[in-house]
């Protein structure tokens, strides 16, 4: 084998300098973030089924939890082969 020439890696100081700090908006944080997330997941079993019972026990036409379903069913398709590519 010959001798060829290596490409050396760069050594990272811990310079305080190179990281800069600025103050970030209660909204871009990380914790407000979780906790929204962690709450639309929570309302998300219990608004499906709200708007897939609508339908006024029977009085009004079924049309909006047909469409409702519909839109769900759509949606999951369409991730689903999104992520089984």
Known sequence: MSDTAVSTIPELT???????????HWFRGTIFQIIVVGGVFFCAPGMYNA?????????ATP?????T???????????DHQLCR
């Open 51 to 59: 708007l897939t019972s609508l339908g006024a026990g029977g009085l």
């Open 14 to 24: 811990n310079d305080s300098k190179a990281v800069a700090s600025y103050p970030v």
């Open 69 to 79: 379903s519909a839109a769900g069913y759509g949606k999951w398709s369409y991730v």
């Open 63 to 67: 049309w909006y939890a047909n469409a």
